[in-house]
C-alpha cells in the first residue's frame, strides 16, 4: 500500500476536497488560495478568517492526513522551500484571455504529472511489473470517464505480447472475471476509488484470488483496500472547478499506464518483436 508520506499539503486537500463538509471545505479553500499565508498563521486566525470553529480547524487537518494544525503548518513550509513552483501556480481561466488560461492549464498539468510520477514508490512498482511479466492475463477494469485509459492500456499491453482485455459494458466485464484463470491480473482504473459496479469486479477479483492493481486518486478508497498494490495518480481539476465535485482528468492516470507500459517494454525482451508484427500486421490501414 501507498503512503501519503511523498505527496504535497495541497494535492491532500485536493484528493479529500469531496469528502470534506462543507465548514471543512471553507477551510481547504482558504488553504488553497493562501498557501503560504497558512504558514505564518494561528489556528485562531485561520479559523476567524474561514469563519469556522478552531475544531473544524483541526478536523479538517486530520482528515487530510496531517496530524494537526502545527503539521500541516510545517509541511507547507518544507514544500513551499523545496518546491517553489507550488506557491507560484496560478489557478485562473479567463474566456477573454485563452493565452493565459492556457498557460495556467499547462503549470497546473506539469505539478499533476510530477506529483503523480514522484509518488510511485519504485519497489513497488518493480513487484508490480515481475506480476504483469508473468500473467497469463491481463485484465483493464474500468466504469464512466475511466473508460478510454482502459481501452488505451489494453491495446498497448497487446501490442507487447501480453494478452489483455477490458469492455466499456461492466456486466461483460464482471462475466469474464468469473472465467479467468488464476494466473490474471487486473488493473482497476478508478478516480475516487468508489465506483460501485467496479467494486462489483473487484470483489469478483478478490474471490478468484486474482491480484489487483489500483491506479487512483485516493489512496483510502474502498478499491485501494481491496487491491494488491495502489499507484496513486494526481488530479488538480478542483484547483479550477472548486464548487464541482467532478475529478474527470485522465492525464495522471493514463501516464501511469503508460509508465507500466514503457517499463514493461524495455524488460520484455520480445517486446519489439511483438510491436513490429503488430504494425506490420495492420500496415496495409495506413496511408
Given at each position: 500500500?501507498q503512503?501519503?508520506?511523498?505527496?504535497?499539503v495541497?494535492?491532500?486537500?485536493l484528493?479529500?476536497?469531496?469528502?470534506?463538509?462543507?465548514?471543512?471545505?471553507?477551510?481547504?479553500?482558504?488553504?488553497?488560495?493562501?498557501?503560504?499565508?497558512?504558514?505564518?498563521?494561528?489556528?485562531?486566525?485561520?479559523?476567524?478568517?474561514?469563519?469556522?470553529?478552531?475544531?473544524?480547524?483541526?478536523?479538517?487537518?486530520?482528515?487530510?492526513?496531517?496530524?494537526?494544525?502545527h503539521?500541516?503548518?510545517?509541511?507547507?513550509?518544507?514544500?513551499?522551500?523545496?518546491?517553489?513552483?507550488?506557491?507560484?501556480?496560478?489557478?485562473?481561466?479567463?474566456?477573454?484571455?485563452?493565452?493565459?488560461?492556457?498557460r495556467?492549464?499547462?503549470?497546473?498539468?506539469?505539478?499533476?504529472?510530477?506529483?503523480?510520477?514522484?509518488?510511485?514508490?519504485?519497489?513497488?512498482?518493480d513487484r508490480?511489473?515481475?506480476?504483469l511479466?508473468?500473467?497469463?492475463t491481463?485484465?483493464?477494469?474500468?466504469?464512466?470517464?475511466t473508460?478510454?485509459?482502459a481501452?488505451?492500456?489494453?491495446?498497448?499491453?497487446?501490442?507487447?505480447?501480453?494478452?489483455?482485455?477490458?469492455?466499456?459494458?461492466?456486466?461483460?466485464?464482471?462475466?469474464?472475471?468469473?472465467?479467468?484463470?488464476?494466473d490474471?491480473?487486473?488493473?482497476a482504473?478508478?478516480?475516487?476509488?468508489?465506483?460501485?459496479?467496479?467494486?462489483?469486479?473487484?470483489?469478483?477479483?478478490?474471490?478468484r484470488?486474482?491480484?489487483?492493481?489500483?491506479v487512483?486518486?485516493?489512496?483510502?478508497?474502498?478499491?485501494?483496500?481491496?487491491?494488491?498494490?495502489?499507484?496513486?495518480?494526481?488530479?488538480?481539476?478542483?484547483?479550477?472547478?472548486?464548487?464541482?465535485?467532478?475529478?474527470?482528468?485522465?492525464?495522471?492516470?493514463?501516464?501511469?499506464?503508460?509508465?507500466?507500459?514503457?517499463?514493461?517494454c524495455?524488460?520484455?525482451?520480445?517486446?519489439?518483436?511483438?510491436i513490429?508484427?503488430?504494425?506490420?500486421?495492420?500496415?496495409?490501414?495506413?496511408m
Amino acid at each position: 500500500m501507498q503512503t501519503e508520506d511523498n505527496i504535497s499539503v495541497l494535492d491532500k486537500v485536493l484528493s479529500n476536497y469531496s469528502s470534506l463538509f462543507e465548514a471543512e471545505k471553507k477551510v481547504a479553500d482558504f488553504v488553497l488560495d493562501h498557501s503560504t499565508e497558512v504558514i505564518d498563521m494561528t489556528v485562531a486566525e485561520v479559523a476567524n478568517d474561514c469563519s469556522v470553529s478552531e475544531a473544524t480547524v483541526i478536523r479538517f487537518c486530520k482528515r487530510c492526513g496531517c496530524q494537526g494544525f502545527h503539521r500541516l503548518k510545517l509541511d507547507l513550509a518544507r514544500e513551499s522551500d523545496t518546491h517553489g513552483i507550488k506557491k507560484d501556480i496560478p489557478n485562473e481561466l479567463h474566456a477573454n484571455d485563452i493565452g493565459s488560461s492556457i498557460r495556467n492549464i499547462l503549470a497546473n498539468k506539469q505539478e499533476e504529472l510530477q506529483e503523480t510520477l514522484a509518488g510511485i514508490d519504485p519497489s513497488q512498482c518493480d513487484r508490480v511489473l515481475n506480476l504483469l511479466q508473468g500473467a497469463r492475463t491481463v485484465v483493464f477494469s474500468a466504469v464512466g470517464n475511466t473508460i478510454p485509459i482502459a481501452l488505451d492500456g489494453a491495446y498497448k499491453f497487446n501490442e507487447l505480447g501480453i494478452t489483455s482485455f477490458t469492455s466499456s459494458v461492466w456486466e461483460n466485464m464482471l462475466a469474464m472475471l468469473r472465467t479467468l484463470p488464476s494466473d490474471a491480473v487486473m488493473i482497476a482504473l478508478s478516480a475516487s476509488g468508489e465506483s460501485k459496479h467496479l467494486l462489483y469486479m473487484v470483489d469478483c477479483a478478490v474471490e478468484r484470488k486474482i491480484p489487483i492493481i489500483a491506479v487512483t486518486n485516493h489512496i483510502h478508497s474502498s478499491l485501494a483496500k481491496k487491491s494488491t498494490y495502489v499507484l496513486r495518480s494526481v488530479s488538480r481539476e478542483r484547483m479550477f472547478f472548486r464548487n464541482h465535485s467532478f475529478l474527470s482528468t485522465r492525464l495522471s492516470m493514463m501516464a501511469v499506464v503508460e509508465i507500466l507500459y514503457f517499463l514493461l517494454c524495455s524488460r520484455k525482451e520480445d517486446s519489439f518483436h511483438c510491436i513490429d508484427v503488430h504494425e506490420q500486421s495492420i500496415a496495409d490501414e495506413k496511408m
